[in-house]
Each structure stands twice: as C-alpha cells, then as structure tokens.
C-alpha cells in the first residue's frame, strides 16, 4: 500500500507554516485561490541567488512514499514579495479553518 501527502506550505525567512489535504484536488484548488488572492504581489521570474529574507515562498507538494521506503515528490512554488507574509498567513489559516 502506498501513502500519499498533499501539501501547502509557506515560507519566509525561517518562518515556515504547512497545511495537509485529504487529496491533491483539494489542494491545488486551495494552492490557486491564494495565487489569485495575492497576484499583485507575485514576483515573475525566480531568479537565483535571490536573498530569502526578501520573498515569501508558497508551495504546494506530492510526496508519495511507497510499501519498500522509497519516495517521489513534487513540488510546485510561487514567490511573493516578503511583506505579504502576515496577510497571506492569516488568508491561508482563514480559508483553510473554513473548509474543515
């Protein structure tokens, strides 16, 4: 039997906050509504070598683990600009508490 985790996930300078779905739907759904919401505030090119303390990260991961260990993930991510974090935070725990 395998195990399957969908998550979301944020991140901004060492702050980091994850939220699980009973299915990959659900999430990306709940993934595309926070991109919308914050749209104005994406940054459009991930560039390397970017200071982490100037983004906010929002990703959404598949980790599939299978019977023998072994695993496969993927991940999906937007940056956003780093004073979105507290706003974004409370949509996300908003948004999610409600579709509990």
Avoid at 27 to 41: L, S, T
Wanted: aromatic fraction near 16%.
């Amino acid at each position: 039997m395998s195990n399957n985790v969908f998550s979301m996930e944020i991140l901004y300078s060492g702050k980091y906050e994850s939220w699980e779905f009973e299915n990959r739907q659900k999430r990306d759904v709940f993934y595309e509504q926070v991109v919308q919401q914050f749209a104005d505030q994406k940054i459009n090119g991930q560039e390397e070598g970017i200071d982490d303390t100037r983004i906010v990260q929002l990703s959404s991961n598949n980790l599939k683990i299978q019977e023998n260990g072994e695993y496969a993930q993927d991940t999906t991510y937007e940056w956003f600009e780093y004073d979105v974090f507290s706003q974004m935070l409370d949509f996300i725990n908003n948004k999610y508490n409600q579709s509990e």
